[in-house]
């Protein structure tokens, strides 16, 4: 469960979204849609705190992970950070070998049956059959689609409760988008799931519920959030109808 | 059709200049090697020199100037990493003073890092003539080097990495450990090859600091003599030492090759490790 109450992100003195009120049921698979510079993936760097890597970006307001205040600054982010996991737009997979990338962050978080664990994330997206025979080659010589599956089962190896994906499909050929798509897609039920996406017509196929995001004087803001089909079907805003139409942005 | 001319003029122009850069290296190891093939055979790396130099070989000589290349290399990468590491990665208000000092210590002329090196290793540390105050006074010539090569690996690496083990609650001593440095290895071994091709073939620095006694070292505390001294010595003050100066030379030139391959060799494994 993710409650976020009158979010804002400053860059320096840039305001990059402000007066966001969002919650995300557990189990759940939630969209944020709108055009680029609108806040979407700052809003996610909130949820898991990296958006303190950014030199001058501060946050303000309130954001609840399983009851847990996100922004509150003696939070255990390592802690933290195994409950949420995170997939990029780009692929990036670290330059180790296959097992080792989601032996090693298991291994530093003290799990001890690292070998069954990296198998069962491997079948959990699909790569176990495809890559069990080469284990220990190098994970950057597998595919971008490849490559992106074995990010979400380093994520998933950590047991999170939330998982956050950051345009995962963007940089895909279309039929490994497809096959990504549909991993995130199963993820519902057993994670609180938050992905940002330009794709319309994935956030529709995939989402429970759509968040609309847009721009106010070069300061995002939540536009409209319901469920996906309320919010494809018959949106309230006239932004959110002009967006999701494919009229505007 | 002047646009073509003007093409080939400037292809012209830079291959003339490449080529002469090869001749220029081809003619120094031509004229070293030439000069020093009369003496160069097996017992001229083996025996200690003999008649101030003109006879015998270089033996001690060897193994005096890998020593104190190794103590030089061991006081110097350590905190040259952690110097590094700290500049890409950290920086903060200190980052500025830090690389001030850097700059000026790379700008220090060697003779003075010599005297200097008498001074604070030899003297108030008390170490005297020694293969140790040598290597240490080496170190301090080569370590903004080595910092420099390695804050600029570690930048290099793509931040991707650093973002995503940081979204997987993985500490910033494991990222390093596991990829930052291994990736930044290939500039690493940029900077140590750079580093130690300065050291080797450094004469001043050492004059006043290893000494030039041309026994077979027993310890690190003892003098002992580096090849380019004995290079000097042979050419400056010994009549009748030129065949000798060219051979040691030539090993000296044999010397940087053979440790900046083991230097690649071991980044190599580091990076695939």
Known sequence: MIAVADLAVHYRDKCAFAGVNLSVARGTITALVGPSGCGKSSLLSCLNRLVDMVPGARASGRVDVDGCDVLDPRLDLVAHRRRVGMIFQKPNPFPLSIRENIAFPLREHGVRDVGERVESALRA????????????????????????????????????????????????????????????????????????????????????????????????????????????????????????????? | MTGTLRDRAYQAAASASALFLLLGLGAVLIDTFAAALPRLDLDFVRLPPSDAGRAGGVGPIIVSTLCILGVALAAAVPPALGAGVFLAELGGRLARPVRLSLEVLAGVPSIVFGL??????????????????????????????LVKATEEGVRAVPSEYRLGAAALGLSRGSYLWRIGLPQAMPLVVTGLVLGVGRALAETAALIFTSGYVDRWPESLHDSGRALSIHVYDLAMNVPGGDASAHASAAVLVLAILGVNAVVAALGRWVRTR
């Not at chain 1, 939330?162 to 895909?172: G, I, K, Q």
């Not at chain 1, 798509?181 to 996406?197: K, M, P, Q, W």
Request: aromatic share 8%.
């Open chain 1, 125 to 249: 997206v699909g790569l176990w059959t495809e890559v069990n025979d080469r284990l220990d080659r190098p994970a950057l010589g597998l595919s971008g689609g490849q490559q992106q599956r074995l990010c979400i089962a380093r994520a998933l190896a950590l047991e999170p409760s939330v998982v956050l994906l950051d345009e995962p499909c963007s940089a895909l050929d279309p039929i490994a988008s497809g096959v990504v798509e549909d991993h995130v897609a199963s993820l519902r039920g057993r994670y609180t799931v938050v992905i940002v996406t330009h794709n319309l017509a994935q956030a529709r196929r995939i989402a429970d519920h759509t968040a609309v995001f847009w721009v106010r004087g070069g300061t995002g803001y939540l536009a409209e959030h319901g469920a996906t089909e309320q919010v494809f079907g018959s949106p309230r805003t006239d932004v959110a109808a002009a967006y999701v139409s494919g009229s505007r942005g």
């Open chain 2, 116 to 145: 200097f090196g008498n001074a604070f290793f030899c003297k108030v540390l008390g170490l005297g003539f020694s293969i140790l105050s040598g290597g240490l006074t080496l170190a301090c010539m080569v370590l903004p080097i």
